[in-house]
């Protein structure tokens, strides 16, 4: 059975869209799951679109359609102020219509978030990540403690989902532990995924 996984992320500086195609490899582990890999456009302060159709360079942007057709869905954005930004919250809120008709209800989800200081906020954004994907009825997927990662790591990596430091220029390397971690993350997404829709 063929099993997709939507790896849904923005990304200014690069981080996330880093962590989004290490989550993308840990789905592909897993036989019968593949990653479908997606981003969106910038807003501006008004909410309009800024950008061309199609982007010049990386993932394609998401449609509605993507969230419908894929199994289940991984989030990635970077943390504003201790949040998700703003281009992934306005995409969010255009899935009215896939809310009204429960059409994610069911789905596994997990979340994913980089900034740029250790205390910065990252799981008061990877929570409030989880919020509307729990008003469509998404089932949360975590990272548990038996990836000794979580453990291990000195920088970023939480139960709640992979994480990364940045540092305060937003170009510090990920650590191999936040790798492991992106990785194990989209591995047990699509394993549940599976499981779900067997
Ligand atoms: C408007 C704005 C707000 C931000 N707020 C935070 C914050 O609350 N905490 C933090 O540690 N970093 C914050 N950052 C830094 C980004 O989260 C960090 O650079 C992140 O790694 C960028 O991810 P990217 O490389 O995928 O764009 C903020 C950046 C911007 C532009």
Redesign the pocket.
Same mark, same amino acid.
Do not use: C, E, K, L
């Given at each position: 059975m063929s099993c997709e996984i939507l790896v849904l992320?923005?990304? +200014?500086? !690069?981080?996330?869209?880093?962590?989004a195609q290490l989550v993308a490899r840990g789905v592909g582990e897993v036989a019968g799951a593949t990653a479908r890999v997606r981003t969106v456009p910038e807003v501006t302060s008004v909410t309009e679109a800024r950008a061309p159709a199609v982007p010049d360079a990386g993932a394609p942007y998401a449609e509605l359609k993507d969230l419908v057709e894929c199994r289940g869905l991984a989030l990635?954005?970077?943390? +504003?102020? !201790?949040?998700m930004?703003a281009p992934l919250k306005a995409f969010l809120d255009s899935t009215s219509e896939l809310w009204l008709k429960g059409a994610l209800a069911g789905k596994p989800a997990a979340v994913f978030?980089?900034?740029?200081?250790?205390?910065?906020?990252?799981e008061t954004?990877l929570i409030t990540m989880m919020l509307p994907l729990l008003h469509h009825g998404m089932v949360i997927v975590g990272l548990p403690y038996t990836q000794p990662e979580l453990s291990l790591t000195t920088a970023g990596g939480t139960p709640y989902g992979p994480s990364?430091?940045?540092?305060?220029a937003?170009d510090a390397p990920l650590s191999d532990h936040e790798k492991k971690l992106c990785i194990a993350q989209g591995h047990r997404l699509a394993e549940i995924a599976l499981k779900l829709a067997a």
């Open positions: 992320y923005y990304s +200014r500086h !690069g981080a996330v869209r880093q962590m990635g954005s970077p943390t +504003r102020f !201790g949040n930004a978030t980089s900034t740029s200081t250790m205390h910065g906020g990252q954004t990364h430091t940045a540092g305060t937003s």
